[in-house]
């Protein structure tokens, strides 16, 4: 994401950018910004890019002692180090999105992205409950639906028990079962 007032740079920042981009790059990896700012202080290439890396390794530090969500946002500052070791990586003067107004100082900027995305995870958050509250659910059927009627008991069907005993063979006895 460019400033507002982003103008392309000139050819002074182009040669800057060709000659210490890998310098830049490295700024992404945590804590070696601040060293590598020293080392390239003439370089306003690895200054832009090494203040981004500061943000983003200050921000995974701080997230590192927020239990749950702080994983979850550690992903995201994964992301974003990808991000800005790309652009750097390619000798291009662009911020990494949130991390840049951040590092620029710009934290009312920053904090409207930060309060957009969480915007929109809400209402994702929210389309996906409604979507489960409209779900048809089970009714839980009573023990009086299911339990059959006890039926009463007759002579027949005891008559019709003795009769079957009578009337089945014997089966299969010990003795004739080979040894």
Known sequence: ???????????????????????????????????????KRQSA???????????????????????????????????AVACGFLLAAARQWKEVPVIGPLSRGHVVLALKHILLGCTIIATIVRFIRTARAKRPTKTPTSVIDVAPVPAKPSTQASTSLSSLAENSSPGILPKDLPS
């Open 45 to 79: 290439f690895v200054r832009f890019h090494g203040r981004q890396g500061i943000a983003l390794s200050l921000l995974a530090i701080g997230f590192w002692f927020i239990p749950i969500v702080g994983k979850i946002l550690e992903l995201l500052i994964l992301a």
């Open 1 to 39: 994401m460019q400033s507002p007032n982003f103008s392309p740079p000139t050819e002074s920042q182009k040669v800057d950018a060709e000659q210490n981009g890998d310098a830049a790059a490295l700024c992404y990896v945590p804590l070696l910004a601040f060293f590598l700012i020293i080392a």
